[in-house]
């Protein structure tokens, strides 16, 4: 054992000599070595044994084998001796500690180093053998900041040290590993294994926001701050230098404020109009290799101010409207448009009080201030008024409140509504005009008379016609449809008739056609005394034709009356009176106790039975059938109810009915 200690005695095999006396062994010697001497034992008899004394202690690792010479000498002459090699082996003993090959181990690793990739490998060696040079390899705790944390492993045989876990330079930028080498013996000893962390661009920048200012007015000036922002990259060097700049660099400005704090102010002025709401992207780009870049959208309102008034799609509208119209209905609509929005848009159509013949024009029209729907207040006449010329004045809501006018036009189109009047020849109350004279020797053609009328309407509906009633073809006279002038068609004779009634419809042009007649009486004479025996014995036929009418409608008139007279008697003899009921004592509550959708009788009141009240009650109670009007003059009382058939006395009824009048 290398571990023996000094002074320790070897016995050693004697020599044999078969000499005897001083020829036999008589000493030993050893050869020269620095461990080991030789002494000698003599026994009792005198015999002489060698041992082997260690003088130093021994050391397996330095030499772990001797060889000594022992020579045994005899006492002869010659001298004789005999020599024998005596083999140390010396055995191992646990007396040293595993060495590492280095104290501290330094190693460079990339973060993005896959899993289980080993990294070093450390060696530590054992002078010994055997199993005391058989060394394990483990990580040692030696205190909370020196430990392998579970991101490493290492093999316990070959010292091979690999990632456990994915590395972040960002989390940890560095390890210190204390590795220990035991033995077989249960030696143990240490080395430091540092273990630096090389960043790899494997981060892109972080945009966090930390303010916004949402809505912001549409009147900011160019500079206001929207939002501030803060950008960073976890990694290192050129892999954490961010560049960072807007996409809407035109309406927008990126301004550094400090080191990774970002201001994003207006650049021009905003119109909610045209845009209500901007995306503003934020785009932050590293500088590393690959470069990673990130990027983050806000959301930005912009909130209306009341800068622009309503607006009409034209300044003048214009709008036909028949005459005759049905009074309250709409005849036109008219709108505005703000392009602000909540109560800055809320658009009110009022329309300026102007005068349309002494009278306001609301008398005439009025408009819904929310719709802009215009009413027609009355009937209109094309004859009185033919159009109406109104200004409309739309006002948002805003404040300041803004508002703009448009001119609107009113057409009144004229109907059909005026039948021709005729102007000449006048007529009488009988719708007859006086005679006109016709030369006996009127060539044919002549002109005769001429019919002149008068159309209140316009256009097409003022346009007349001139014809004779019936139709017919007249054998002696014409008339020109659109001049209404009279013309003789041919030459009279004397078979002739003298006298001629003539009746001249008047049909204007319009739908549907109205019209009006006259008649003319033409006398064929050329003069006034041959006319009159005739015209007298015409006079006198018409007179006696007109006589005869009249007996036959009174005749009529009479057995009519006759006829109704009989049926009422008859009527009046099958009706026989009914006995009234018998009510007795009501309550006087005004209402039934009943449903009062029914028809009740009231007897109870201030006319005593016979005399009853019929009381009506509407069906819907939100039916509304009174107007209240302004008495404008005092209706006795007397006049209310006739009770000249009651029987009572004016005295009780007046009372009655002051009572209930209050």
């Known amino acids: 054992m290398e571990l023996t200690s000094p ?35 003599i026994s009792n008899d005198g015999s002489r044994s060698p041992e082997l004394v260690l003088e130093k202690p021994l050391d397996r690792e330095a030499q772990n084998v001797h060889k000594i010479l022992l020579t045994a000498l005899d006492g002869g002459n010659p001298v004789r001796s005999g020599t024998a090699i005596i083999k140390i082996i010396v055995t191992d003993a646990n007396d040293n500690f595993p060495i590492f090959t280095h104290e501290v181990y330094k190693v460079n690793i990339n ?25 394990s390899y483990s990580f040692s705790k ?20 690999k990632t456990n876990k994915p590395l972040d330079f960002e989390a940890v930028m560095n390890y210190e590993l204390s590795i220990q080498a035991k033995d077989g013996g249960d030696l143990i000893s240490h080395c430091k294994l540092l273990i630096e962390v090389i960043d790899v661009n494997d981060n892109a920048p972080e945009i966090s926001l930390t303010s916004l200012s949402s809505p912001v007015p549409e009147d900011s000036p160019p500079g206001t701050v929207i939002a501030l922002i803060r950008v960073h990259d976890q990694d290192s060097g050129a ?77 003048t509208y214009n709008t036909y409207l028949p005459e005759n119209n049905l009074p309250g209905s709409s005849i036109f609509k008219i709108q505005a448009s703000d392009p602000d929005s909540g109560d800055n848009a809320k658009i009110i159509y009022t329309i300026l009080n102007t005068m349309a013949e002494d009278l306001p024009i609301s008398s005439y029209l009025s408009m819904n201030i929310e719709t802009g729907d215009l009413y027609a207040q009355r009937s209109f006449d094309y004859e009185k008024h033919k159009e109406f010329v109104i200004q409309v004045t739309a006002r948002d809501n805003g404040s300041p409140s803004l508002s703009s006018n448009a001119t609107l036009i009113i057409h009144i189109v004229d109907q059909n509504d005026n039948v021709p009047k005729i102007l000449y020849p006048s007529v009488d109350n009988a719708g007859s005009a006086m005679f006109e004279m016709v030369p006996f020797a009127s060539e044919p053609g002549s002109l005769i008379t001429k019919v002149i009328a008068v159309d209140m309407d316009s256009g097409h509906n003022s346009w007349l016609s001139y014809d ?37 419809v008047v049909r204007d042009n319009g739908f549907p056609s109205l019209s009006a007649t006259v008649t003319v009486s033409l006398v064929i004479a050329d003069n006034f005394q041959q006319v009159i025996p ?48 018998d009510f007795g004592t009501l309550g006087t509550t005004l209402y039934p106790p009943i449903d009062p959708r029914i028809l009740s009788w009231y007897s109870d009141g201030s006319l005593p039975l016979p005399n009853s009240y019929n009381v009506c009650v509407a069906l819907d109670s939100c039916e509304n059938d009174f107007t209240y009007v302004n008495s404008t003059q005092e209706v006795p009382v007397e006049n209310l109810i006739d009770a000249d058939d009651s029987g009572l006395e004016n005295k009780s009824l007046e009372d009655s009915s002051n009572s209930f009048m209050q």
């Open 7 to 41: 002074g320790t005695r070897f016995s050693l095999q004697n020599a044999e000599d078969p000499d005897i006396g001083v020829n036999t062994i008589q000493s030993y010697k050893l050869s020269d070595n620095q461990y080991f001497i030789l002494k000698e034992k």
């Open 111 to 135: 973060e993005d180093t896959p899993i289980n990739t080993t990294i070093i490998t450390v060696n530590a060696t054992d002078r010994d053998e055997g199993v005391n040079a058989q060394i």
């Open 142 to 161: 030696t205190s909370g900041n020196v430990h392998h944390t579970g991101m490493f492993s290492i093999n316990p045989i070959s010292g091979e040290v």
């Open 239 to 315: 892999n954490g230098e961010v560049d960072c700049k807007l996409t809407e660099e035109i309406i927008f400005n990126l301004v550094l404020t400090s080191e990774s704090y970002y201001r994003i102010v207006t650049a021009i002025f905003l119109d909610r109009e045209k845009v209500s709401t901007y995306n503003i992207t934020i785009l932050a780009k590293d500088r590393g290799s690959p470069s990673l870049s990130n990027r983050k959208s806000i959301t930005l309102e912009v909130s209306d101010i009341n800068d622009n008034p309503p607006l009409f799609m034209k300044s």
């Open 468 to 504: 004779f009633m019936p139709i017919l073809d007249s054998p002696y006279f014409t008339i020109n449809q659109q001049t209404g002038e009279i013309r003789t068609l041919r030459m009279f004779q004397e078979k002739d008739t003298l006298n001629h009634k003539i009746v001249v």
């Open 534 to 581: 005739k015209f007298s014995n015409e006079i006198n036929e018409d007179t006696q034709s007109n006589l005869q009418l009249y007996l036959v409608i009174s005749l009529a008139l009479i057995s009519l009356l006759f006829i109704i007279t009989v049926l009422l008697v008859i009527i009046s003899k099958c009706k026989e009176p009914k006995p009234a009921p």
